[in-house]
């Protein structure tokens, strides 16, 4: 089985404390766009798990991409196998269409698209997925929604597809880990209201864009993002922001005639750059 798979932004995305296990809590509104990996999943008679992968030189270069038992995407298999208690196995094959270390979401939303393919190929249910990855379960269903806790807390709001996006990456990125370190020592940041962003998604879609935001910005200072942002507002873009914890940043455009030249203008300066749309869903099947 094969299936295209999502990508995702972070219309607004804020860190609100830390839990007493370590990890930060968020308050986020994320959203599925058409910017895509490719995953096929086969069955196999033995209980193996093998990885493969189709990596761009251009993404291969800012982040090495594991095409064994580190991918998420085979942990997922695996888990999916044991839980269901299955002695069979499967070969992954995974063709990357997002960047890496972008805050798209990339390795997440293909463990989702394997627990997707391996359900429909075995008839299995998915077992909670938050085990394999916090994001994970957003990537189960895709759309728009306002995500809380440590990813695990999702609450569909409006659709919000539709929408033409540029979304640009230079070479630069930084790792989560140290994101999060960086936003612990931030003093006075500037958090962006995430509460009226889910108010106007849900009540006054065009005017959403004027609550985008993203703590991480203050955080990771990165030159690249300045200048992607820089670029998108003087081609017209009504609000451009960086996601997740860095370094892709998208922009929002009013009609793809401006958004089309705004990507050609960053992709002759080096970066990746991509026009596409929100959507609703995460996974479209091929075969």
Avoid at 9 to 33: K, P
Avoid at 122 to 132: H, L, Q, R
Avoid at 227 to 234: F, G, L, P, T, V
Wanted: charged share 20%; glycine share 10%; net charge negative.
């Amino acid at each position: 089985m094969k299936v295209k798979t999502a990508a995702k932004v972070n219309l607004a995305l804020d860190v609100v404390g830390r839990l007493n296990h370590g990890y930060h809590a968020i308050e986020s509104v994320f959203q599925t766009v058409g910017i895509y990996d490719e995953v096929t999943v086969e069955l196999i008679d033995d209980p193996r798990i093998e990885v493969s992968c189709d990596v761009p030189e251009m993404f291969a270069s800012s982040d090495t991409i594991p095409c064994d038992e580190h991918n998420i995407a085979y942990k997922a298999a695996q888990y999916f196998l044991n839980r269901n208690g299955m002695g069979t196995g499967c070969r992954i094959h995974i063709g990357k269409g997002i960047p890496s270390q972008a805050g798209m979401g990339g390795g997440s939303t293909d463990a989702a698209a394997v627990l997707y393919c391996l359900h429909k190929l075995t008839g299995k249910d998915i077992p909670p997925a938050d085990s394999v990855g916090a994001d994970v379960p957003f990537f189960l269903t895709g759309g728009t929604a306002y995500v809380t806790g440590i990813g695990e807390s999702i609450e569909p709001i409006a659709d919000y597809s539709g929408r033409i996006l540029v979304i640009a990456k230079g070479s630069e990125g930084v790792s989560t880990g140290e994101a999060y370190a960086r936003i612990d020592k931030l003093i006075k940041p500037k958090h962006p209201d995430t509460d009226a962003l889910v108010e106007a998604v849900n009540n006054a879609p065009d005017e959403a864009y004027k609550y985008f935001g993203n703590l991480f910005e203050e955080a990771v200072d990165l030159h690249e993002v300045d200048d992607i942002k820089a670029s998108m507002i003087a081609c017209g873009a009504l609000s451009a922001v960086m996601t997740g914890s860095g370094s892709a940043v998208f922009g929002l455009f009013e009609e793809r005639g401006s958004a089309e030249k705004c990507a050609e203008k960053l992709a002759a300066s080096g970066y990746f750059a991509q026009v596409c749309e929100t959507v609703g869903t995460s996974f479209i099947e091929i075969e």
